[in-house]
């Protein structure tokens, strides 16, 4: 199977900061990847679509200008949380579309765990 | 290394008893998730299994043992819907999610 690594695995920060999460599709190129947040024993919650070169899908409800997502190549998405505060504290994940289309198979991340002090 | 082990496809008849299988090797353990993911949708959680046992919600069971490193994802009174991929995900000991392959789950009628 592909493979997509998250980095880092764990962050702590201050509120106020901005931390930045990376993305990466190791062996494929993915055109399309996708970001979520999961909150305890519930599904994950989309957040955002991230296409490679144009601007990111953002799902209702999710401040784009606080979760900043850049797909500048076709192996690398990254989430930035500006401005972080406690409540920003979760659970994110990334997936990463290999081949085009609704048949393209996603391989998900390891999850990258916030928490904001 | 970790390693999440389940069987690429499945086929079912409407109505009846699937059990689609995972097993897991990982530093640590913190939970094992069961999600059902239709095409171009979130994956949807269906279960947390973290102590050992039988998990009953509705039409979906899941059960865990610990020692043997194995759960199982029980769907019963099959329907033609169920059809979908189900990933098995476990949390290690640093929280992060270790993904299965997923199960293709094909039923017919």
């Known amino acids: 199977g592909a493979v997509v690594s998250q980095h880092p695995s764990r962050v702590i920060c201050k509120s106020g900061t901005s931390v930045k999460i990376e993305c990466r599709s190791l062996?494929?190129?993915?055109?399309?990847m996708f970001w979520y947040r999961q909150f305890p024993k519930q599904s994950l919650m989309l957040m955002a679509t991230?296409?490679?070169?144009?601007?990111?899908?953002?799902e209702q409800g999710v401040e784009k200008d606080k979760f900043l997502i850049n797909h500048a190549s076709l192996t690398l998405s990254t989430l930035t949380v500006t401005s972080a505060h406690p409540e920003d504290s979760s659970f994110y994940i990334c997936?990463?579309?290999?081949?085009?289309?609704?048949?393209?198979?996603?391989?998900f991340g390891e999850g990258s765990r916030l928490t904001v002090l | 290394g970790q390693n999440i082990d389940q069987p690429t496809e499945m086929t079912a008849t409407e109505g009846a008893i699937v059990q689609i299988n995972c097993t897991y090797q990982?530093?640590?353990?913190?939970?094992l998730f069961w999600y059902q993911q239709h095409a171009g949708e979130a994956p949807t959680f269906l279960s947390y299994?973290?102590l050992d046992g039988l998990e009953e919600k509705g039409r979906f069971s899941s059960f865990l043992s610990r020692s043997k490193g194995y759960s199982y994802l029980l769907l019963k009174e099959l329907q033609m819907k169920d059809s979908a991929p189900y990933l098995c995900?476990?949390?290690?000991?640093?929280?992060?999610?270790?993904w299965g392959a997923g199960t293709k789950l094909i039923i017919k009628p």
């Open positions: 997936s990463a579309k290999k081949g085009t289309g609704d048949t393209g198979e996603l391989f």
């Open positions: 299994n973290v």
């Open positions: 990982t530093s640590g353990f913190n939970g």
């Open positions: 991230s296409n490679e070169g144009s601007k990111a899908t953002y």
């Open positions: 062996d494929f190129q993915a055109t399309t």
């Open positions: 995900a476990v949390s290690d000991s640093n929280y992060q999610l270790i």
